[in-house]
């Protein structure tokens, strides 16, 4: 009863701000316009009715498109800075970014080529102070969590010349920071998504090291605990049949979606992605029935990195001349 009456109070006037916008969000109407408009530029003068038009008016390019998009990511999170009033929520989606600017940083030190080359301006750690620290080795300006976890992954590097040990190390520090932020919320809802997200990235390691023949002793390595399915469950059917392990899960929210995602002897991981994407929207639409408190706050946030997501697949298959038949199967499931 205590809450219920504290929650108006502090949530009122962030959650009354975000239904306000929640009703200018694209919809599956525009969407689909979107996906089929005849070209880019038809694209942009549908995206000039909504408040993504005026960063994409230089656009050309997909590189325009990416940059554009991050332009407007960063205005939301202003906007959302000013009206939040848990700012360790921001926090928990800020780290996000952070952690993947780390992964790009020690891969381009130790020369690696990955896909994660772009540095993300979503982040609050400060590039050129961060490549300096990781250059030089001293790491005592990084503050934490985020130094703890470059030492263990520059460690781990150097030890086994293997780049794996970057995404695995910062990954496991990453995902315990955001059940840490959850759990302290002490709110069931947003717990509830952490782990459930834990459990997809679990998934996701099972089934590539699958694909590639890993060894048993890497998943063990590789897996993150605090989600729904055990970490002790999966190394235990690690070595047993597509079958079985799909038959295994057969009692979770997942089933449907890694038996989906079985492609003969192997795991289809496109499959898998929308079909994750498209998992945790339908959970977090739940937040669409609560009037206020920390959900619908959580929700708004996942919502607009998910249409964002949805936009970056859309304009740059426009782009590279993808149909709008191949476009629409890639386009996820969205809020609203």
Not at 222 to 230: D, K, T
Not at 242 to 266: C, H, N
Request: no cysteine; glycine share 6%.
């Amino acid at each position: 009863m205590l809450n219920a009456l504290k929650d108006p109070l502090k949530y009122g006037y962030a959650v009354g701000r975000i239904k306000v916008r929640e009703t200018k969000m694209l919809g599956t109407n525009r969407l689909e316009r979107l996906v089929n408009a005849g070209d880019f530029g038809d694209q942009k003068r549908i995206l000039a009715e909504t408040d993504y038009g005026s960063f994409f008016q230089e656009a050309v390019t997909p590189e325009d498109v990416e940059k554009s998009l991050g332009d407007y990511l960063t205005v939301l999170y202003e906007f959302l800075e000013e009206i939040y009033p848990e700012k360790q929520i921001l926090f928990y989606f800020i780290s996000r970014y952070d952690f993947h600017n780390l992964k790009v940083l020690l891969k381009a030190k130790y020369g690696e080529k990955t896909g994660e080359q772009i540095w993300s301006e979503l982040g609050t750690l400060e590039p050129e102070s961060i490549k300096k620290g990781i250059k030089e080795g001293e790491l005592e300006g990084i503050v934490e969590p985020y130094r703890s976890a470059l030492e263990e992954a520059m460690s781990r590097f150097e030890e086994s010349k293997d780049s794996q040990q970057i995404d695995i190390i910062l990954d496991k520090a990453l995902y315990e920071l955001l059940y840490m932020i959850a759990k302290k919320q002490k709110n069931k809802f947003f717990i509830d998504y952490v782990r459930s997200s834990i459990d997809i990235v679990n998934l996701k390691v099972f089934m590539r090291a699958k694909n590639l023949n890993k060894e048993q002793e890497f998943v063990e390595d590789a897996l993150l605990e605090r989600g729904f399915v055990s970490k002790e469950k999966l190394i235990l059917l690690y070595p047993e049949s597509l079958d079985i392990f799909v038959k295994e899960l057969k009692e979770t929210p997942y089933a449907m979606m890694v038996r989906d995602s079985v492609e003969g002897q192997k795991f289809d991981l496109d499959i898998f992605d929308r079909k994750e994407d498209d998992f945790l929207v339908r959970y977090i639409k739940i937040a669409k029935y609560i009037p206020v408190g920390l959900e619908p706050l959580i929700s708004y946030i996942m919502a607009k990195e998910n249409e964002v997501k949805t936009l970056r697949i859309i304009l740059i298959g426009k782009l590279s001349g993808l149909s709008a038949q191949t476009i629409k199967e890639r386009v996820r499931v969205q809020y609203v």
